[in-house]
């Protein structure tokens, strides 16, 4: 009963992301439709499902590079995964297969949703918080791709705005603590240390290892509290 109870307050979570991610992903939409063509940007929402790494080789595209850099950029952002990957995988269940598939449904607001703030994650909140977002973005690429000549710039309606603005309400809502907000402020000071040299997509990723502080200093915390 707890389980499907988690699951649709993940859900109820969700819903207030739908709207973000409608818009969002239209403003992908549109902005690839020209450059990729109908068919995949609407596939790779499908596939990948990742507005930043989207946004990132589609950026690569825009600038005239090929295939291999932009899907290079796309998996180089994606690696932020991995810190938040090990905070998550001890609460997934069942064997590889089932964890591996259960997995993709880490998306960064469904990961703060999930937290309960001591350490520990709620499998069934993530997964039901991910759905209506997953859906949102899918459904949003589409209508950008197959409207975009109505919507307009995405740049002019202040779309672009609402990506940053969406990741700071999510740092709000995660970090409260010593640890979240030292692991805050040592990936922005990191991100901005790295950003006037790096690569693009570099910064997010270097960045996101000072979540392993975090984590680090919870696990510890949690150990004395139990032990």
């Known amino acids: 009963m707890k389980t499907s109870d988690d699951f649709r307050a993940g859900i109820r979570a969700g819903l207030p992301m739908v709207l973000p991610s409608i818009l969002i992903g239209a403003s992908f939409g549109v902005l690839a439709q020209p450059v990729m063509g109908s068919i995949a940007p609407i596939v790779m929402s499908i596939i990948v499902c990742s507005g930043a790494a989207q946004f990132a080789a589609l ?28 905070a998550f995988g001890p609460f997934f269940k069942g064997g590889k297969a089932r964890r591996a598939l259960e997995s993709n449904a880490l998306v960064d607001a469904s990961f703060a949703i999930a937290s309960n703030g001591d350490g520990t ?16 973005w899918m459904a949003g690429t589409a209508i950008g791709v197959l409207f975009g000549s109505l919507i307009g710039d995405p740049h002019a309606l202040g779309l672009d705005a609402m990506f ?6 999510l740092l709000f809502e995660e970090a409260h603590g010593r640890a979240p907000l030292a692991a805050a402020g040592i990936g922005a000071l990191i991100a901005l240390a790295l950003l006037p040299w790096a690569p693009a997509g570099t910064p997010v990723v270097v960045a996101s290892a000072a979540a392993l502080i975090g984590l680090h200093q919870r696990f510890v915390v949690r150990k004395l509290v139990t032990a």
């Open 164 to 169: 940053p603005a969406f990741f700071l309400f």
């Open 59 to 86: 950026t690569v595209l825009l600038a005239g590079g090929g295939a291999l850099p932009a899907i290079a950029a796309g998996m180089l952002m994606n690696a932020r995964w991995l810190p938040m990957g090990l």
């Open 121 to 136: 994650y709620d499998r069934e909140r993530l997964l039901g918080a991910t759905i209506p977002q997953v859906t949102s």
